[in-house]
């Protein structure tokens, strides 16, 4: 069946860098917008970045100059470059696609389908 699966995760200090993917298997990707969001312990998931099919990209407002959300078609594959991590980007990481080529529901994630099982990113202080 259609999948996505992210890696990438671990352990990093604050101030550390990290690049997570987001590869889709049984499927292609590159006619579709793709999402990246997270979710900390206690806290709602939220919207993180997102990449439309022509590669116009959206952030969310406290990741913004620190990620940079990329594609590889022909690698079928979802980057999200992360530097300057901080204590609060802290959480379980997931990646999905919209049904069409745009971000224009993002960071709602009521348009976004097939979510993977999420890489799990920690940042000490």
């Known amino acids: 069946q259609p999948h996505f699966v992210e890696s990438g995760g671990g352990l990093v200090q604050s101030g550390g860098s990290l690049t997570l993917s987001c590869a889709a298997s049984g499927f292609t990707l590159d006619q579709l917008a793709i999402g990246w969001f997270r979710q900390a312990p206690g806290k709602e998931r939220e919207g993180v970045a997102c990449i439309t099919k022509i590669g116009r990209t959206w952030y969310g407002d406290s990741v913004k100059s620190r990620f940079t959300i990329y594609r590889n078609n022909a690698a079928n594959t979802v980057y999200l470059r992360m530097s300057g991590l901080e204590s609060a980007d802290t959480g379980i990481y997931t990646c999905?696609?919209?049904?069409?080529?745009?971000?224009?529901?993002?960071?709602?994630?009521?348009?976004?389908?097939?979510w993977g099982q999420g890489t799990e990113v920690t940042v000490s202080s």
């Open positions: 999905a696609h919209t049904g069409w080529s745009t971000c224009t529901a993002f960071p709602e994630t009521t348009d976004f389908r097939n």
